[in-house]
């Protein structure tokens, strides 16, 4: 019976390892490149292509993409940075701090080796005055 709980628990994990690898390499890379290109292109043909106060060498697709990179990478980076530096980054890092189990049980081993290190921290100290009373 425990053979067979070890086999499950190990047919599990290894399912879960292979979830987090397909997410990873679906939302971090493929969904992003499958986006942006999504997004330039209707971008476009929609709008682009359709707007009657841009010159014409302007709606070539070459000189579309270049202004486009040009003025998205900037744009975007800039509410990145804004994001992580005061928006809601910090609130969605505590928050998965207390939700998700993996994150939570390394932040209790961080706060335990913080702990310990004050505590050796302290010893030293009281190691370092003993020595410096007794040589003077």
Do not use: C
Not at 50 to 77: C, H, Q
Not at 115 to 128: C, G, K, T, Y
């Amino acid at each position: 019976m425990t053979s067979e709980k070890n086999a499950t628990r190990e047919g599990l994990d290894k399912l879960g390892k292979y979830r987090q690898y397909f997410l990873a390499g679906h939302s971090r890379w493929f969904v992003f490149v499958m986006g942006l290109s999504n997004f330039s292109l209707i971008f476009y043909n929609f709008l682009w292509v359709k707007l009657t106060f841009v010159p014409d060498i302007l709606k070539n697709e070459f000189v579309f993409l270049l202004i486009f990179f040009v003025t998205y990478i900037p744009v975007v980076t800039s509410f990145g940075r804004w994001d992580l530096m005061k928006g809601t980054f910090k609130a969605e890092t505590n928050v998965s701090r207390v939700v998700n189990p993996i994150i939570k049980e390394q932040f209790e081993r961080f706060d335990k080796i913080e702990a310990q290190n004050q505590r050796l921290l302290e010893r030293f100290n009281e190691m370092e005055k003993r020595q410096s009373g007794g040589w003077s």
